[in-house]
């Protein structure tokens, strides 16, 4: 028999030669998922002995993040913006870059004044997938009335799954919708907001299989070198933002002197673009 630290060791070894990157972080939380036990309570546990019908818990999830399937689907859920969402192939895994795209819009949502004659700001998510940035949004901003758009059914029953489990259904209102498409003509919000797909073919190629073998390619991949989605976006909310209105974007790296310069020259202004923690050129945002 073999104590729960020496499974975790050879654990963190057998991911290490796969290219886990944080082989030991991540056998931690495959083995206390197995076993339904926090990090800390495996701490704790160190030299206890495991059974063989403990070990039989383990072994399936560990060939699983062995192949590279990526630990959030393994795990069920992510822990995202002050939230536990659900998280499985239907959408993208919510990044840390994606959250620091909320809490920029968080930062700047006060300087967007609501329309005279109401209380509360109306807020857009384009794209959103598991429906992380619209939630946090409306975990942060109760008075906001936040709708989220996204073309893939798959998506968005995930993200009406996300808002039931974390409380927020009431708050967020979802839309199948090829970006604008089935917003009605009357719509206008203070806030639009998106992390669109905006990689290209061979990017999508060269990334970790997590990514490439796991994420929804619809999600991923942009035409006109990764520009596509953006381009759109950046036209249709031009009509739909009230003034002063704010849109965020989340961008590929390699693309932001073409957003700016679009953004520049159809009337856009305080136009900014903003790195990421690791130092890469990540989001655009611009005021009507």
């Known amino acids: 028999m073999l104590s729960l630290l020496e499974i975790i060791a050879k654990t963190t070894d057998f991911f290490a030669s796969k290219g886990v990157e944080s082989a030991r972080l991540n056998a931690e939380h495959v083995i206390g998922h197995a076993l339904g036990l926090k990090r800390m309570q495996l701490y704790l546990q160190f030299e206890r002995l495991l059974t063989d019908a403990e070990l039989d818990k383990i072994r399936p999830l560990v060939k699983r993040r062995a192949q590279r399937e990526p630990l959030q689907h393994i795990l069920g859920t992510v822990e995202w913006g002050g939230l536990t969402l659900k998280c499985d192939r239907r959408a993208l895994v919510p990044r840390p870059e994606t959250e620091e795209l909320l809490e920029m819009v968080l930062a700047r949502v006060n300087e967007v004044p609501s329309d005279a004659a109401k209380t509360e700001q109306r807020i857009l998510d384009l794209g959103t997938g598991t429906g992380a940035l619209a939630l946090g949004l409306a975990k942060a901003r109760p008075e906001a009335r936040v709708t989220a758009v996204d073309a893939s059914a798959e998506a968005l029953n995930l993200a009406r799954e996300n808002s039931q489990t974390t409380g927020l ?12 498409s089935a917003l009605p ?29 796991h994420d929804p390619r ?45 953004l520049e020259t159809t009337g856009w202004r305080a136009i900014e673009s903003r790195k990421d923690l690791s130092g890469r050129d990540r989001f655009v945002l611009a005021r009507r």
């Open 169 to 180: 259904a009431e708050r967020v209102e979802f839309m199948l919708s090829d970006w604008f």
């Open 185 to 213: 003509d009357t719509a206008r919000f203070e806030v639009i907001v998106s992390n669109p797909p905006y990689l290209t073919d061979d990017e999508v190629a060269a990334a970790e299989p997590e990514v490439r073998l």
């Open 218 to 262: 619809a999600a991923l991949v942009a035409e006109d070198a990764g520009l596509a989605d953006l381009k759109t976006i950046i036209a249709g909310a031009a009509d739909l933002l009230l003034p002063n209105g704010l849109l965020a974007l989340e961008t590929g790296i390699a693309q932001h002197s073409t957003l700016v310069k679009i």
